[in-house]
C-alpha cells in the first residue's frame, strides 16, 4: 500500500489520504511504429474492493477530490520507485481538480514529472466546467498533456472531444471486438483516425486482447499507439 507520509501534505490532506489503503499498478501503450513503449498508465488498486466501488463510495460522500489527490501522488510514488522513464498516464476526473498548494507540492516533490505527465479525463462523474477551466490552467502551466478515455462510452463522445481539445482520444475496447473481421468497425475506426489525425489528435486504443486485433490494428490503420492484455497485464 502506498505510504503517503512521506510527503510534506497539508495535516487535513494526509488525514484523508491516511484512510485509503491503495496501491497501483501499471499498464504499457505503445508506439505502434516500433512497438516500443510509450508511456505507462497507473490503475488504482484498493484493498478489499474494486476501484469502482470506491469510486462510487466517495462520490457519495462528495470526496472525489481525495482519490485525485490519492492518484496524482500515489501513482508517481510507486512510478519512481519503479525507475520509469516513460511518460505516465494519470487518471483523472472531470469534476476535480488539485488545489494550488497541492499542485505546488507535486512539482516540488517530483519536478522531474514537468512535461512527461498525461491526465486522462474520466468517462464517468459529470463534468465541472469551472473546475475544468482551473485544471486547464493548470495543465497549460505544467506543460502535461490530456487524453480522453474510453472514446464513445459515458460522456466521453465527440462533443467531449470538442470541450476538452485533448491530445489523445483513446477507444475504448467495445470498438475494437471483432474488428479483424468486423467491416463497420474497421470503416469507423479508419474514419475517426483520420478525422482526429487532421484535428492534430493522436489515437490510442485500449483492451487490445487478441493477435487478431492486433495484426489488424497495426497492419491496416493508422491508429497511433496500442494498450492491452494481448501486449502486456497491469502489473
Not at 475496447?173 to 470503416?187: G, N, P
Not at 493522436?202 to 490494428?217: A, D
Request: hydrophobic letters at 35%.
Amino acid at each position: 500500500m502506498i505510504d503517503f507520509c512521506e510527503l510534506q501534505f497539508h495535516e487535513d490532506d494526509l488525514e484523508e489520504l491516511k484512510q485509503l489503503e491503495v496501491d497501483f499498478v501499471f499498464q504499457p501503450i505503445y508506439d505502434t511504429q516500433n512497438m516500443e513503449i510509450s508511456a505507462y498508465e497507473a490503475l488504482m488498486r484498493p484493498k478489499g474492493k474494486t476501484p469502482l466501488t470506491l469510486i462510487d463510495e466517495y462520490q457519495q460522500e462528495g470526496k472525489l477530490h481525495v482519490i485525485e489527490l490519492a492518484t496524482c501522488f500515489g501513482a508517481t510514488i510507486e512510478y519512481k520507485k519503479r525507475g520509469y522513464s516513460e511518460d505516465l498516464c494519470l487518471n483523472s476526473f472531470p469534476s476535480e481538480v488539485l488545489n494550488p498548494g497541492q499542485i505546488k507540492l507535486y512539482f516540488d516533490s517530483f519536478p522531474e514529472m514537468d512535461g512527461r505527465l498525461i491526465i486522462e479525463m474520466l468517462e464517468y462523474t459529470e463534468l465541472n466546467k469551472y473546475k475544468w477551466a482551473e485544471k486547464k490552467d493548470e495543465i497549460s502551466g505544467h506543460e502535461m498533456k490530456v487524453s480522453l478515455d474510453d472514446y464513445s462510452t459515458g460522456n466521453n463522445d465527440i462533443s467531449a472531444v470538442d470541450f476538452f481539445l485533448p491530445h489523445y482520444v483513446k477507444f475504448d475496447r467495445s470498438m475494437i471486438v471483432d474488428v479483424d473481421i468486423d467491416k463497420e468497425k474497421q470503416e469507423n475506426i479508419n474514419e475517426l483516425v483520420e478525422h482526429f489525425h487532421k484535428r492534430g489528435i493522436k489515437v490510442v486504443v485500449e483492451g487490445v486482447e487478441t493477435e487478431e486485433q492486433f495484426t489488424y490494428l497495426r497492419t491496416k490503420t493508422q491508429v497511433d499507439y496500442l494498450q492491452g492484455f494481448y501486449l502486456a497485464m497491469p502489473q
